[in-house]
């Protein structure tokens, strides 16, 4: 239950420790992607710029998202999100 207590549902995702100094000084706009709590579900997972992804491109979806914000995109973000889980969900199953 922390992790619900301690974050938001839609936002930006967290990164790892390591890199936030080294991203906040070598990625434009790095730093205004913390002016919200971390999330579970973010803009940047639902459009597939995750993972292996160029960082700025994710910072960029952040964000946008920031910028952006509306309780109506939220609702449209976690709808998104269960689409995406259950598409890989299927891809995985597919597999075996």
Sequence with gaps: MDVLRDMA??????????FVDQFSQDVAG??????????????AQVE???GDRPIAERVGFDNHYIE????WRDVRLL??????????????RRRR
Aim: glycine share 4%.
């Design 9 to 18: 549902i839609v936002g930006s995702r967290p990164e790892r420790p390591v």
């Design 48 to 50: 597939d710029s995750r």
């Design 79 to 92: 709808l998104q999100t269960v689409m995406v889980l259950v598409r890989d969900a299927l891809k995985v």
């Design 30 to 43: 790095y730093r205004w992607r913390h002016r919200l709590p971390v999330s579970l579900t973010g803009l």
């Design 68 to 71: 952006h914000w509306s309780l």
